[in-house]
């Protein structure tokens, strides 16, 4: 019985008046006596000495403790329901005392604090830091009456047969409750945390802790606790409940009402041992298991200001804002199409019924088909206005045959009958065919859109089923796993697993950061938009098809919309796995906001390309298997690229070998073999063309491209080998757009080159899209976090909201961004429009 009693009075406090006169009056000394004399810390029993004292705020005392006696100080202070006073009680050690420190036991109302001086932390791999100097901060139980006054002891002990001098102090903690939007600021360090009380004012249901420091290191932790005993307030244990993060310089926690019954919560900050978690060096590995280190001055002065976050009416207007902006381009592309309609049906009146005038009356004369690319004497190149005429003019001297109308029936009936690629592509007279047409000097769209055109559209629509169905399997386990990513946030109160701009991070319901998934909605309607446009395009083309309509059948590029689907799925895409993606961005998801951007690049490329070379673009299933690659490589780029010389080698020349190939690709219009004999074939050309007659290139045009390209890879594969990017996965989408560049500007330049213009829209369209995507790039290189460095690093570029309250820099990119994509697909859609009626054996492959 006694035994069990002794473990009460170590671990439990009275409560109560019986409990407080029985521990002030005589009995106290008599039942402490016995206890300490049948259960005392050591294995042999011995008689203490219990010196009890009472105990003042604000006063200093020296004192020296043995084995053979314990001190007690008695304290009382009053408490009031509507004022909260904190008291802190510090302590200094003079000696050494390692292997038998003084014990500090503090017994109040509902709770027991204890801690041993000198402190022993404990930091990475188990390392210990001893601490002389402690102050701890007695957590303050709430009271229901209106003023009670309450009592409080804290005894001394130690095991030590030798005298141990120490310093004890208790005082009361001024400014204890923090006051909305005003900065109170304090000093910190490992073995002396701080706390303090917030209460949530009247009509506040979501205020923001801001914690800030001007000294990067030491490393600290704030933590967001509700009110209660005790209070786990030391690096070992400040993990274990509420909401934590890591912080150097900036700290910010989003706190809610609803998430603490009692209205109030404190906020706790503590120095951790060591800076590893925020990113600073680790300290030397002990050489002994048991060696103690000094953990020198690790002192922090902080400050800490509440403020109360948006209300309802901040919510919707960001919501409104946001479809607004998107409505309007819905709006507007209503506007346009309506005028564009009445403009192309005045068009088509006027072709079909031209005007009775010669090449002489009209002062235009057709341009032969040899003379693009090339200047004359005169400086005059093929104009539009001359294509135009040609498929228009009824002189046969120029090569044009007008075909009636039962021709051109018949030729639909032929084309929509049922034949395979494969059985077109087996025949010996067509690759003789095509080996002959395509190694022509000057080739016309004609000649690369041989094939058949029902076939080549089930080809380019695959493009469209094989997204859809990526997107459909890679969506539903990113669904799911950011669901649990912000489920383990919100149980665990771990604020270090997810890498937002806490600073403008606006919570609703389970998601943390709901203005980051808004701002996504942009690519989610444009693309849709984009899709809509597309489809009344094709369905309008179809149309024209089965009335034969000349137009459809003979002039203009080509229509395939199975790559424009693609693109509108894949920018919808973008912004389903963006919002994924910014639910809890940090290292591990990265790649659902990259993925789909590759893809948008990549698909982009081959549609510029497809554009003029119908027949040789390549199958869906190879430029997804390609682009699959490049996620591959990103992925292991991000895990195994920071410092790793031989991955960037070996990246570097697979870039480089890819460069390579593909240029031969392009430059040989895909009549090239890659086997056994390649080197062979490779060693006679460049022995008849270099050596034997050093002759030209044949393909000038072309081969200017390909050498800028390979200047560009080569540069980029270079930068990335000596400079190692930490974020590879915005240098490998730094390579798709720069070469996405490069060719759409190689495109622009040769198709004026060769007479041809570009129309109003598209010409808006471009101009723009340049402006908006320089002005979503500025936003985009803020920088307002990244999973790259550690947690606390990544809240040193925080800033506050910059749009309504509610949107941040990475917002704004995201709308501009999305716009951006919107107005590029637009210009790949309209940019030959200007070729509408131009015949095909008229229009240049570039």
Same mark, same amino acid.
């Given at each position: 019985?006694?035994?069990?009693?002794?473990?009460?009075?170590?671990?439990?406090?009275?409560?109560?008046?019986?409990?407080?006169?029985?521990?002030?009056?005589?009995?106290?000394?008599?039942?402490?006596?016995?206890?300490?004399?049948?259960?005392?810390?050591?294995?042999?029993?011995?008689?203490?000495?219990?010196?009890?004292?009472?105990?003042?705020?604000?006063?200093?005392?020296?004192?020296?403790?043995?084995?053979?006696?314990?001190?007690?100080?008695?304290?009382?202070?009053?408490?009031?329901?509507?004022?909260?006073?904190?008291?802190?009680?510090?302590?200094?050690?003079?000696?050494?005392?390692?292997?038998?420190?003084?014990?500090?036991?503090?017994?109040?109302?509902?709770?027991?604090?204890?801690?041993?001086?000198?402190?022993?932390?404990?930091?990475?791999?188990?390392?210990?830091?001893?601490?002389?100097?402690?102050?701890?901060?007695?957590?303050?139980?709430?009271?229901?009456?209106?003023?009670?006054?309450?009592?409080?002891?804290?005894?001394?002990?130690?095991?030590?047969?030798?005298?141990?001098?120490?310093?004890?102090?208790?005082?009361?903690?001024?400014?204890?409750?923090?006051?909305?939007?005003?900065?109170?600021?304090?000093?910190?360090?490992?073995?002396?945390?701080?706390?303090?009380?917030?209460?949530?004012?009247?009509?506040?249901?979501?205020?923001?802790?801001?914690?800030?420091?001007?000294?990067?290191?030491?490393?600290?932790?704030?933590?967001?606790?509700?009110?209660?005993?005790?209070?786990?307030?030391?690096?070992?244990?400040?993990?274990?409940?509420?909401?934590?993060?890591?912080?150097?310089?900036?700290?910010?926690?989003?706190?809610?009402?609803?998430?603490?019954?009692?209205?109030?919560?404190?906020?706790?900050?503590?120095?951790?041992?060591?800076?590893?978690?925020?990113?600073?060096?680790?300290?030397?590995?002990?050489?002994?298991?048991?060696?103690?280190?000094?953990?020198?001055?690790?002192?922090?002065?902080?400050?800490?200001?509440?403020?109360?976050?948006?209300?309802?009416?901040?919510?919707?207007?960001?919501?409104?804002?946001?479809?607004?902006?998107?409505?309007?381009?819905?709006?507007?592309?209503?506007?346009?199409?309506?005028?564009?309609?009445?403009?192309?049906?005045?068009?088509?009146?006027?072709?079909?019924?031209?005007?009775?005038?010669?090449?002489?009356?009209?002062?235009?004369?057709?341009?032969?088909?040899?003379?693009?690319?090339?200047?004359?004497?005169?400086?005059?190149?093929?104009?539009?206005?001359?294509?135009?005429?040609?498929?228009?003019?009824?002189?046969?001297?120029?090569?044009?045959?007008?075909?009636?109308?039962?021709?051109?029936?018949?030729?639909?009936?032929?084309?929509?009958?049922?034949?395979?690629?494969?059985?077109?592509?087996?025949?010996?007279?067509?690759?003789?065919?095509?080996?002959?047409?395509?190694?022509?000097?000057?080739?016309?769209?004609?000649?690369?859109?041989?094939?058949?055109?029902?076939?080549?559209?089930?080809?380019?629509?695959?493009?469209?089923?094989?997204?859809?169905?990526?997107?459909?399997?890679?969506?539903?386990?990113?669904?799911?796993?950011?669901?649990?990513?912000?489920?383990?946030?919100?149980?665990?109160?771990?604020?270090?697993?997810?890498?937002?701009?806490?600073?403008? /991070?606006?919570?609703?319901? @389970?998601?943390? $950061?709901?203005?980051?998934?808004? #701002?996504? &909605? *942009?690519? %989610?309607?444009?693309?849709?938009?984009?899709?809509?446009?597309?489809?009344?395009?094709?369905?309008?083309?179809?149309?024209?098809?089965?009335?034969?309509?000349?137009?459809?059948?003979?002039?203009?590029?080509?229509?395939?919309?199975?790559?424009?689907?693609?693109?509108?799925?894949?920018?919808?895409?973008?912004?389903?796995?963006?919002?994924?993606?910014?639910?809890?961005?940090?290292?591990?998801?990265?790649?659902?906001?990259?993925?789909?951007?590759?893809?948008?690049?990549?698909?982009?490329?081959?549609?510029?390309?497809?554009?003029?070379?119908?027949?040789?673009?390549?199958? /869906?299933?190879?430029?997804? @298997?390609?682009? $699959?690659?490049?996620?591959?490589? #990103?992925? &292991? *780029?991000? %895990?195994?690229?920071?410092?790793?010389?031989?991955?960037?080698?070996?990246?570097?020349?697979?870039?480089?070998?890819?460069?390579?190939?593909?240029?031969?690709?392009?430059?040989?219009?895909?009549?090239?073999?890659?086997?056994?004999?390649?080197?062979?074939?490779?060693?006679?050309?460049?022995?008849?063309?270099?050596?034997?007659?050093?002759?030209?290139?044949?393909?000038?045009?072309?081969?200017?491209?390909?050498?800028?390209?390979?200047?560009?890879?080569?540069?980029?594969?270079?930068?990335?080998?000596?400079?190692?990017?930490?974020?590879?996965?915005?240098?490998?989408?730094?390579?798709?757009?720069?070469?996405?560049?490069?060719?759409?500007?190689?495109?622009?330049?040769?198709?004026?080159?060769?007479?041809?213009?570009?129309?109003?829209?598209?010409?808006?369209?471009?101009?723009?899209?340049?402006?908006?995507?320089?002005?979503?790039?500025?936003?985009?290189?803020?920088?307002?976090?990244?999973?790259?460095?550690?947690?606390?690093?990544?809240?040193?570029?925080?800033?506050?909201?910059?749009?309504?309250?509610?949107?941040?820099?990475?917002?704004?990119?995201?709308?501009?961004?999305?716009?951006?994509?919107?107005?590029?697909?637009?210009?790949?859609?309209?940019?030959?429009?200007?070729?509408?009626?131009?015949?095909?054996?008229?229009?240049?492959?570039?």
């Amino acid at each position: 019985m006694v035994l069990r009693s002794c473990w009460k009075s170590r671990h439990k406090s009275g409560s109560g008046a019986g409990a407080r006169r029985i521990l002030a009056g005589p009995a106290a000394l008599l039942w402490l006596f016995v206890t300490q004399f049948v259960c005392g810390s050591s294995a042999v029993m011995e008689t203490k000495n219990v010196i009890q004292k009472d105990g003042q705020f604000d006063v200093t005392f020296n004192d020296t403790v043995t084995s053979e006696n314990q001190t007690i100080y008695a304290f009382n202070h009053t408490v009031s329901r509507n004022k909260t006073e904190g008291v802190h009680v510090s302590v200094d050690v003079m000696s050494q005392g390692l292997e038998s420190p003084i014990l500090f036991v503090v017994r109040q109302k509902q709770a027991v604090l204890s801690f041993q001086v000198p402190l022993i932390l404990r930091g990475l791999y188990q390392r210990k830091y001893p601490y002389n100097h402690v102050g701890r901060t007695l957590c303050q139980p709430p009271t229901r009456a209106l003023s009670e006054t309450q009592y409080f002891f804290v005894d001394v002990s130690t095991l030590s047969s030798q005298g141990t001098n120490y310093q004890l102090r208790v005082s009361r903690v001024e400014s204890f409750t923090l006051l909305t939007d005003k900065k109170f600021s304090f000093t910190a360090s490992p073995s002396q945390p701080q706390y303090f009380k917030y209460v949530f004012p009247d009509g506040v249901d979501t205020v923001i802790v801001k914690v800030n420091s001007d000294m990067t290191f030491p490393c600290s932790v704030m933590s967001i606790q509700d009110i209660q005993c005790p209070v786990y307030d030391l690096d070992n244990n400040v993990a274990f409940i509420g909401m934590y993060q890591t912080m150097t310089k900036k700290g910010a926690i989003t706190v809610q009402r609803k998430d603490f019954p009692s209205n109030s919560f404190y906020v706790v900050v503590v120095v951790k041992t060591e800076d590893e978690a925020c990113g600073g060096p680790l300290r030397f590995y002990p050489l002994r298991p048991d060696e103690l280190i000094d953990a020198g001055n690790r002192s922090k002065v902080l400050d800490v200001v509440v403020s109360p976050a948006i209300n309802l009416e901040v919510y919707v207007m960001g919501m409104l804002f946001c479809l607004g902006i998107f409505l309007s381009f819905y709006l507007l592309t209503l506007l346009m199409a309506c005028v564009e309609n009445k403009r192309m049906s005045k068009k088509r009146e006027v072709f079909q019924n031209p005007a009775d005038m010669s090449p002489a009356e009209t002062g235009k004369t057709p341009a032969s088909p040899y003379e693009y690319g090339s200047f004359a004497d005169n400086g005059s190149t093929l104009s539009s206005e001359a294509i135009t005429d040609s498929a228009t003019s009824t002189d046969n001297n120029y090569g044009y045959i007008e075909r009636s109308l039962d021709s051109v029936g018949r030729s639909r009936q032929e084309s929509l009958s049922s034949v395979e690629e494969d059985d077109y592509d087996t025949l010996d007279d067509i690759n003789s065919d095509k080996n002959i047409v395509r190694t022509k000097k000057y080739l016309c769209v004609s000649d690369l859109a041989r094939k058949d055109k029902r076939v080549l559209s089930k080809k380019y629509q695959i493009y469209f089923w094989n997204i859809a169905t990526i997107a459909v399997f890679y969506a539903l386990p990113v669904i799911q796993l950011v669901i649990t990513y912000q489920t383990v946030v919100n149980v665990t109160g771990n604020q270090d697993i997810c890498f937002y701009n806490f600073l403008c /991070a606006h919570p609703l319901g @389970a998601l943390s $950061a709901f203005n980051n998934i808004l #701002s996504n &909605l *942009g690519y %989610v309607m444009l693309g849709l938009l984009f899709l809509l446009i597309v489809l009344k395009r094709d369905i309008v083309h179809n149309r024209a098809l089965v009335r034969n309509d000349v137009i459809a059948l003979e002039c203009g590029i080509p229509k395939h919309f199975g790559l424009f689907y693609a693109m509108g799925t894949a920018l919808m895409m973008e912004g389903l796995l963006s919002a994924c993606y910014h639910v809890c961005p940090n290292y591990t998801n990265f790649q659902f906001d990259t993925s789909f951007m590759y893809m948008i690049a990549g698909l982009c490329m081959l549609k510029l390309y497809q554009k003029r070379h119908p027949d040789i673009n390549a199958s /869906a299933y190879t430029a997804y @298997a390609c682009l $699959a690659a490049v996620i591959f490589f #990103s992925v &292991l *780029g991000v %895990v195994f690229g920071k410092g790793n010389t031989v991955f960037w080698i070996i990246f570097s020349v697979i870039h480089i070998l890819a460069t390579l190939l593909l240029s031969t690709q392009l430059y040989y219009m895909g009549r090239w073999r890659l086997d056994s004999g390649i080197l062979r074939r490779m060693v006679y050309i460049i022995y008849t063309d270099c050596i034997r007659q050093c002759s030209g290139p044949m393909y000038i045009d072309r081969m200017v491209l390909l050498v800028m390209g390979n200047i560009v890879n080569w540069s980029l594969a270079a930068y990335g080998l000596i400079e190692r990017p930490n974020d590879f996965a915005s240098y490998l989408l730094a390579i798709a757009i720069c070469n996405l560049l490069l060719y759409f500007a190689f495109y622009i330049i040769m198709k004026l080159r060769s007479g041809e213009r570009i129309q109003c829209l598209p010409l808006v369209c471009i101009l723009f899209t340049a402006v908006v995507w320089g002005l979503a790039l500025y936003f985009f290189f803020q920088g307002l976090s990244t999973w790259q460095k550690t947690p606390a690093e990544s809240r040193e570029h925080n800033r506050d909201c910059i749009l309504l309250s509610f949107f941040d820099d990475h917002d704004i990119w995201h709308f501009l961004s999305s716009i951006a994509m919107f107005g590029s697909f637009l210009v790949l859609l309209t940019m030959d429009d200007d070729l509408d009626t131009v015949q095909r054996d008229k229009i240049f492959v570039f």
